[in-house]
C-alpha cells in the first residue's frame, strides 16, 4: 500500500452526494455491476431530457462528447485519445483483436483456465482458421499460473497472449510488467480483458506495453451499461483491420455533406474501430463516471480496498476460513472467500442487505471507493451469526 496518498478523500462526502441510496443497502458487488453515482444518472437524465428533442442535440456536441470519452478513457490508462475506440463491452475489444491480429494456421493464442467466458470464447472461435485456443492449467489456488504461462509464450508458435488483468472469480492481479515484457521480447501479441480492474486498480500502460486492451465500464467504472472502449497499441492500429466496420471507420466521413464521395482508406487512429452509432447516452454518462474517478483517483481507491478487506480477513483467520483471494502485490479489491457452508452465509448477507456475489464456490466481495470499514465490520457481524 502507498501511504503517501493519505489522507483519503472524504467518504461520508462521496455517500451523501454520489450514493444517497448507501444508508440502507451494503452495496459489495462491483466485480458485477457498477452503480451509478449521482452525477452520471443525472448527466443520463439531461441528456435524454435533450435525447426527446433531437435538434437540441446536435451533431458537433455529440463528437465532441465522444472525442472527450476517448481522452477520458486514455486518461484513466495511460493512452493517447488517438488509441482509443469505444465499443459497448469488453467482448467487443476482444472480438476485434481475435479477428483483426494477423493470426494464421498453426498458431496458437494462450490464455489461462478459468478466464471469463469473454476472453475464451472469441478465441475459440478460430478454431475453423485452425488457430488453436490453448488454456494453461491454474496454480492449485486456481490463479493464473505465471511461470507457466512465461515458459509457453517461449514457444513460437504462440502468437498471443490473452489474460484478465484481474481475475473474476478470485481477483488475482497479474503481473503485467513481467508478462508484457515476456511478451514484447517473444514478439507475441499481448491482448488485456481489463474490466475488472479499471478503476480499482491502477494501469499505465506507457509503463507497461500492451498490445490491445478491452474494458467495458459498467463495473468499476460506475458507468451506464452499452459504454467501455478498447485500446489498440499505435504502431498496431495500421496493421489491423476491422472484421466488421462501421460506416465512420473510413476517411472523410466527418462531413456529412458528401458522404457518397466513398473512400475505403479506413481511419488511422483507433476510430476504424468504432461501430457507429453507438450509444450516446452511455457515453455521456461514461465521462461524468470518469470525471469522477479520475478526481477519487485510482491509486488512492486500490489502497481504501485493501484497507477494508482488513476486518474480513481478520475474521477468515479465527474461524479458519479459506481465503480463494492472493493478498499482497497479487491481490484486488476484489476479496472472495469460502466458508464451510457457502451457500448458507451468502444467504445471511442476502438477508441483511449485503449485496455479493456467489462465483465458483466463494463469496466474492468487490467494495468499491465509497465503502466503508463499518460496512465491513457489519458484514463481519453477519458472518459471525451464521
Ligand atoms: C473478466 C471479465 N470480462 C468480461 C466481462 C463482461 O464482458 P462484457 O463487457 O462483454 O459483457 C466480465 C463480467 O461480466 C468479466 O468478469
Redesign the pocket.
Known amino acids: 500500500m502507498d501511504s503517501h496518498l493519505s489522507p483519503l478523500y472524504d467518504i461520508a462526502e462521496l455517500r451523501r452526494i454520489e450514493f444517497p441510496w448507501t444508508g440502507d443497502t451494503i452495496y459489495l458487488n462491483h466485480?458485477?455491476v457498477g452503480p451509478l453515482p449521482e452525477r452520471t444518472r443525472l448527466t443520463l437524465e439531461s441528456f435524454n431530457r435533450k435525447r426527446a428533442i433531437p435538434h437540441q442535440l446536435p451533431d458537433r456536441e455529440l463528437i465532441a462528447m465522444l472525442a472527450e470519452s476517448r481522452r477520458l478513457a486514455g486518461e484513466l490508462i495511460g493512452a493517447d485519445p488517438e488509441e482509443i475506440a469505444l465499443t459497448i463491452?469488453?467482448?467487443?475489444g476482444l472480438s476485434l483483436a481475435a479477428r483483426a491480429l494477423p493470426l494464421e494456421a498453426g498458431d496458437i493464442v494462450l490464455a489461462s483456465d478459468r478466464?471469463?467466458p469473454?476472453?475464451v470464447y472469441p478465441w475459440m472461435m478460430l478454431k475453423d482458421q485452425g488457430i488453436r485456443l490453448e488454456l494453461a492449467p491454474t496454480t492449485p489456488e486456481g490463479w493464473p499460473d505465471e511461470e507457466y504461462l512465461l515458459h509457453r509464450v517461449a514457444d513460437s508458435r504462440v502468437r498471443v497472449l490473452a489474460v484478465?488483468l484481474v481475475?473474476?472469480s478470485n481477483g488475482y492481479t497479474i503481473n503485467l510488467a513481467r508478462l508484457s515484457a515476456a511478451a514484447r521480447a517473444t514478439g507475441t501479441y499481448l491482448v488485456v480483458?481489463a474490466?475488472?480492474a479499471l478503476g480499482q486498480v491502477p494501469v499505465d500502460i506507457r509503463n507497461t506495453p500492451v498490445d490491445v486492451l478491452a474494458c467495458?465500464a459498467?463495473?468499476w467504472l460506475l458507468s451506464p451499461w452499452g459504454s467501455?472502449f478498447v485500446y489498440v497499441r499505435r504502431e498496431l492500429i495500421g496493421e489491423l483491420r476491422p472484421a466488421i466496420t462501421g460506416w465512420m471507420a473510413f476517411e472523410g466521413t466527418d462531413d456529412f455533406t458528401q458522404l457518397t464521395q466513398y473512400n475505403d482508406t479506413l481511419r488511422g487512429d483507433a476510430r476504424r474501430f468504432e461501430l457507429i452509432t453507438l450509444p450516446y447516452q452511455d457515453f455521456a454518462g461514461m465521462n461524468a463516471s470518469l470525471g469522477l474517478l479520475l478526481d477519487l483517483r485510482v491509486a488512492r481507491i486500490a489502497n481504501h480496498l485493501r484497507t477494508l478487506h482488513r476486518p474480513v480477513l481478520d475474521w477468515a483467520e479465527r474461524h479458519d476460513v479459506r481465503i480463494v483471494s492472493p493478498d499482497g502485490e497479487r491481490g484486488s479489491g476484489i476479496l472472495c472467500f469460502a466458508p464451510p457452508d457457502v451457500g448458507r452465509a451468502f444467504r445471511a448477507l442476502k438477508a441483511a442487505h449485503v449485496v455479493s456475489s456467489l462465483r465458483e464456490g466463494a463469496i466474492r466481495l468487490s467494495p468499491h471507493a465509497y465503502n466503508t470499514e463499518a460496512e465491513m465490520h457489519r458484514v463481519v457481524e453477519i458472518l459471525e451469526g451464521c
Open positions: 466485480a458485477s463491452n469488453t467482448g467487443f478466464e471469463f469473454a476472453n484478465s481475475q473474476f480483458d474490466i475488472q467495458g459498467q463495473k467501455g
